[in-house]
């Protein structure tokens, strides 16, 4: 079998809410009556955005995964996707674990292939991602007020606790490891929880290159500044990321990393596509009922201020020094 | 000045027809009532779609280009793009020539960048398009029937006549080689007679690799055949493409090739970005004012046939032989 029919084979499918799919010069979208389209694009890259031999299932899940993060970090609901691949070659295998792996999570948002492109060159996955949402609705990187409180979804830190296993900074326990690195090479795109967040939330941001670090792309946007408890973000490394779990995935203590390492891993891993926003003190609750629809673990964090910068305090409000520069991406 | 400053400088401007452009974590599109979008992605690697040392400024016309070629084939009017760019390194010069190439074709097209993704690795583009069109009035491969007139446009045949000459198969002289090296390097999406083509066209693609195996496509999807006169055909590879400019780019007796040659760079020379499309024969004189609006040559080159399969015949009617096997991109 050539490589095109391979590739046919593998990622031609009929799509449902797509006016037109994979096959013609242009797929065709039809945003329903006062929608708008979000779109986010991101390329992947063998080396630097994932470690060479990764599993292709994962990588499939992972390369959709942080595109579906943007749009749940607008709070728009999954639409359609390209995709365009340089592979070095076309080995069934890998194809079809990689399919497999992308439209299992494609299928679970109900987000359609809808065209893209296939070169042989080093390994790439660019794929552009299409969510739509009621138009003026969309969650902004620009809408934080000083006094909005400010949280994070799920468990921050343990995509950055693997990769140091992985690179043998520190050691883990097998089944720790197990679990963080999944978080790692599967992350869970928040999605049900940017949907709860429409109407709620007064600013957003995925978390992709470091909690600190990408915080400050919405202090920036918004003209505020922020002020973080550590005391509440050094356990998160942790924690079940599910609501509806609230058992930690492993004990603190079986963790051989000192406080300041944990504490780098939260706030300055990346690679964790957890949700950073802001909501106004009045909706505490309704954040939490949020968090609970979308069975989305969500912990506030600390407080926007109407003083620029970032402040990281202790349990007792004293401020803490730390030099927490923003991950960059396996540099 | 840092990677992200230089990329920064270069590549955001400010948006007029986008809801939201490049800063957050998707862009917003809203399309008028009635309309819906039209979406292709194309990848561009070095090697194998451009030859390396490819000059910057063209080649950020033709990454452009290639895509808006897409639209002009389902006569979408160009609206905005995203850009992924994998750089080996941000050199500032090849940078600001690569944007200049870039947006000149962008601001000729009222087409804006409104997203996207940078990374460190192997030279890559990869462009995502977006064009609108009234909801149904797409021009898609399927709409074939048989006796319908088959046209090209312009002058199909150069790029690959520009890529012979650059690969040493043939000597040009080097005022031709500029001008099909031109045709080669910064291609025109036929966005104008796309556009003009609405309504007009049955079934519409464009010339990525190569005429025949492109048409092949349309077939296919139609569940026609074809036949093609090639006195029609092998005189083009001279042509000006402009209608407004009668005269050949170049005498045809300048060319040290054989008529077999000249027909195969015309029928199965890949890059020229032509479009290929088929109209009821009562419109042939609707097809020749398209043309002349959209300023764009264009050539009956045969019909449509209930006859599945594509025959070659000449002047008399008589057929010809020939392997014309599709371009694969410098492969």
Redesign the interface.
């Known amino acids: 079998m050539g490589e095109f029919e391979l590739i046919h084979r593998h990622f031609t499918r009929p799509v449902r809410r797509a006016?037109?799919g994979v096959?013609?010069?242009?797929?065709?979208?039809?945003?329903a009556?006062g929608m708008?389209?979000?779109?986010?694009?991101?390329?992947l890259?063998e080396?630097?955005?994932f470690l060479p031999g990764t599993d292709p299932e994962r990588l499939g899940h992972k390369a959709l995964a942080v595109n579906l993060s943007?749009?749940a970090?607008?709070g728009?609901r999954p639409l359609a996707f390209?995709?365009?691949?340089?592979l070095p070659q076309a080995h069934e295998a890998w194809l079809a674990a990689f399919a497999r792996g992308l439209f299992a999570l494609a299928d679970a948002h109900g987000c359609e292939l809808?065209?893209?492109?296939t070169?042989?060159?080093?390994l790439?996955i660019?794929i552009?991602v299409?969510?739509e949402l009621p138009?003026g609705d969309?969650l902004?990187?620009?809408g934080a007020r000083a006094g909005d409180d400010l949280w994070v979804s799920g468990a921050p830190g343990q995509a950055r606790l693997a990769l140091g296993a992985l690179r043998g900074e520190w050691p883990l326990p097998s089944a720790v490891l197990a679990a963080v690195r999944a978080r790692l090479e599967r992350p869970t795109p928040r999605v049900a929880l940017g949907l709860e967040l429409r109407g709620l939330a007064t600013s957003?941001?995925?978390v992709s290159d470091g909690l600190l670090g990408d915080l400050v792309h919405v202090l920036n946007?918004s003209q505020v500044g922020a002020t973080i408890a550590a005391d509440k973000t050094s356990h998160l490394i942790a924690a079940n990321t599910c609501q509806q779990s609230p058992d930690a995935v492993f004990e603190l203590k079986t963790l051989a990393l000192s406080e300041a390492q944990r504490q780098r891993c939260v706030l300055a891993g990346g690679d964790d596509y957890e949700l950073v926003f802001t909501t106004p003190p009045a909706r505490l609750d309704a954040v939490h009922a949020a968090g609970a629809r979308s069975r989305t673990r969500v912990t506030r964090i600390g407080r926007i201020d109407a003083a620029p910068g970032l402040r990281l305090v202790d349990g007792g409000g004293q401020p803490l020094q730390g030099d927490f520069a923003s991950f960059d991406?396996f540099a």
């Open positions: 006016a037109l096959g013609d010069d242009c797929a065709l979208l039809s945003p009556p708008q389209l979000a779109i986010s694009s991101d390329m890259l080396g630097r955005h943007d749009l970090a607008c728009a390209t995709l365009a691949l340089a809808i065209g893209g492109d070169t042989r060159g080093p790439n660019c552009t299409f969510g138009r969309a902004l990187r620009s957003a941001i995925d946007a991406h």
